[in-house]
């Protein structure tokens, strides 16, 4: 099943470790901090969710 995946940019530090683990639904944005694209795999949003050294990633609503 496919989540959306919530980075909250005042936690955000702009590392980009979600980045470079899903290239194809998150964006490191002008502003210095990463921005979801597309939704991910439910177990790759828990991947993301460990993997955030600011603990910024959290697990959204299903994906339709």
Do not use: F, Q
């Amino acid at each position: 099943m496919k989540v959306h995946i919530v980075i909250d940019p005042a936690t955000c530090v702009g590392i980009g470790k979600c980045e470079e683990l899903a290239e194809h639904a998150v964006e490191l944005g002008d502003d210095g901090v990463s921005h979801p694209t597309a939704p991910v795999e439910e177990e790759l949003a828990r991947t993301l969710c460990e993997a955030c050294p600011t603990g910024a990633i959290s697990i959204g609503e299903p994906a339709e």
